[in-house]
Structure formats: C-alpha cells, structure tokens
C-alpha cells in the first residue's frame, strides 16, 4: 500500500518504521519545509493519508486531503472543536476519514475498562473520580485527547459529571466536572490514571505506554483498514467493539 506520511516527527519517523516493516510503501514525508512536495503527487499515487501534525496544521492538512480524494487517518490531538466541521467536508466530498485519539490496542482497553468502572462506581458516591495524564515536555496540547476520551467515557456512564475541568491552582473543584490533571515531565510517552478517592480509601487504574510504537502500529492498521472504504470512522469500528 502508498502511504503518505502528512507529519514527519516523533510519531511519523515511528509510523515509518512500522509500514516499511509491514510491507508498504512510504511515498511521502510531509513536515512544515516541504509542503510543496504534496502538490507533485498524483491522486491516485496515495491509497492512505497518516496525520500526526499539530493542532494549527491538522484542519488545512485534513482538508487538503478531502480535497485530492485520499482517505485520512488523524492521530493529531487538540483540535476537536472543529471535528464537526471536517466531517461535514468529508461527508460532502464523498472522503474517508478515520479519528482516534490515542491508536494503542491497549488503551483502548483501558476505555472500556474506564467506562464499565464508571458505571459500577455510580453506586459508590462517597468515590470522587479525578484523573491525572503524563506526557513529555514536548506536547504543545493538554490535557491529552486520551485524557478527554476517558473524561468522556465517564461522563457518559456517571451521572452527575456533565463536563471536564483541567485542575489548576485557584481553580475550585466543581461536583459535576470530572477533573484532569495534566502534568508534563522528560520524554514521557504517555501516562493516563482514573482515580476513585474516599475517605478511606483509593482505587486507581493506570495505561502506561512504553513507547510510542503501540500507538504507530494502531495507526498502520488503521491506514490498511480504511483504505479503500467511505464514511467516518474510529477504533471501534476497526477493532469490532
Ligand atoms: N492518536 C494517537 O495515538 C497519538 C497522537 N499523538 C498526537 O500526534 C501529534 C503529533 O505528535 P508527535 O509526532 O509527537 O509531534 P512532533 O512535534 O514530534 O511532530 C509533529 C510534526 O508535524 C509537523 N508539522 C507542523 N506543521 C505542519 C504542517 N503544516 N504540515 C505538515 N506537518 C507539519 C512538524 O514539522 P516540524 O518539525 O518541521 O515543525 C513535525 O514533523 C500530536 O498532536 C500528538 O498529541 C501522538 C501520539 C499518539
Ligand atoms: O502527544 C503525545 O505524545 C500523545 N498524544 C496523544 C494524546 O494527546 O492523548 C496520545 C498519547 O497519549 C501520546
């Protein structure tokens, strides 16, 4: 398969390394100095987009891609206020768009972990839920998209918390906000805990990645998935869940 690489960091070198290991084929590496070079490239030159950009680049780099008619998968963080909006375009433009926040098999467990941990803790309101995310010093967002997908999770299945609130000092603890702490140390490549705190006790559940080659290898198998398919698409599509 040709895939083009649209973000050529930490996450697209890793990305690299796994498709060449797969079998496929790198037809583009694409950072800030050589944008010029997608415009050399043939429609059908691409049978898949990888986007691991920054939350200022993703929105132009996704749209480029609906416009050429190549079908994306986007692992960029920090820009999903205007998810809505791209997925209007690639509805219109007839594209392929796939979106996870965090692409590893195992924190993907760990989001039905959190959400069934939810649901039996709504019988437990003496537990507050807060949560604590970790990452290098290099993350230009926070809290991490995993973090607001775990948020997300247990609002869905914990009535009572109805948005997220990043903890900051002078910042007061709302009941209703499931609250995130973001903390970013060395060269971390990612840390997420769900905590339930009482008096007396705690109960915590944490993913911790190694490395970042969890996430690149969900990325790669995203990519073969979606290529050749239509519509709007995310890890429980691909994993069956
Ligand atoms: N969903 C998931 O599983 C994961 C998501 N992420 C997310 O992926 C994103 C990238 O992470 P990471 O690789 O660590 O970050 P890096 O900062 O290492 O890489 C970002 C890359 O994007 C490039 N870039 C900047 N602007 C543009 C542009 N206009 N067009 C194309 N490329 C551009 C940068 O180029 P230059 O260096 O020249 O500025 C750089 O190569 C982040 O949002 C992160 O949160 C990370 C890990 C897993
Ligand atoms: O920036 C990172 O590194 C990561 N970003 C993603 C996020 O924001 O959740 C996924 C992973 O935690 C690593």
């Known amino acids: 398969m040709n895939i083009l690489l649209l973000g050529y960091g930490k996450m697209g070198r890793t990305i690299e390394q796994i498709a060449l290991e797969r079998g496929h084929q790198i037809v583009g590496r694409i950072d800030v100095n050589n944008r010029h070079e997608l415009d050399t490239l043939a429609n059908d030159a691409v049978d898949a987009v990888i986007e691991f950009s920054t939350p200022d680049s993703v929105v132009g780099n996704l749209t480029y891609c609906f416009e050429r008619g190549w079908p994306v998968v986007c692992g960029t963080t920090g820009w999903l206020?205007?998810?809505?909006?791209?997925?209007?375009?690639?509805?219109?433009?007839?594209?392929?768009?796939?979106?996870?926040?965090?692409?590893?098999?195992?924190?993907?467990?760990f989001f039905r972990l959190n959400k069934t941990l939810a649901q039996f803790m709504h019988q437990y309101p003496s537990y507050?839920?807060?949560?604590?995310?970790?990452?290098?010093?290099?993350?230009?967002?926070?809290?991490?998209?995993?973090?607001?997908?775990?948020?997300?999770?247990?609002?869905?299945?914990?009535?009572?918390?109805?948005?997220?609130?990043?903890?900051?000092?002078?910042?007061?603890?709302?009941?209703?906000?499931?609250?995130?702490?973001?903390?970013?140390?060395?060269?971390?490549?990612?840390?997420?805990?769900?905590?339930?705190?009482?008096?007396?006790?705690?109960?915590?559940?944490?993913?911790?990645?190694?490395?970042?080659?969890?996430?690149?290898?969900?990325?790669?198998?995203?990519?073969?998935?979606?290529?050749?398919?239509?519509?709007?698409?995310?890890?429980?599509?691909?994993?069956?869940?």
Request: hydrophobic letters at 40%.
């Open 81 to 109: 206020n205007e998810r809505p909006a791209i997925e209007t375009l690639c509805r219109e433009k007839n594209g392929a768009f796939f979106y996870a926040s965090n692409y590893s098999i195992g924190v993907n467990l």
């Open 128 to 241: 507050q839920v807060s949560m604590t995310e970790i990452h290098h010093t290099e993350k230009k967002d926070s809290p991490s998209g995993t973090a607001i997908t775990l948020a997300e999770g247990i609002m869905a299945n914990l009535p009572g918390k109805t948005r997220w609130q990043e903890q900051a000092e002078g910042v007061a603890e709302a009941d209703e906000a499931v609250m995130i702490e973001s903390i970013r140390e060395g060269k971390v490549p990612g840390t997420h805990t769900v905590r339930y705190e009482s008096e007396v006790d705690r109960i915590e559940i944490s993913h911790v990645a190694h490395s970042r080659q969890g996430f690149a290898l969900g990325a790669v198998v995203a990519a073969e998935w979606v290529a050749g398919r239509q519509g709007i698409f995310g890890m429980d599509d691909l994993l069956g869940m």
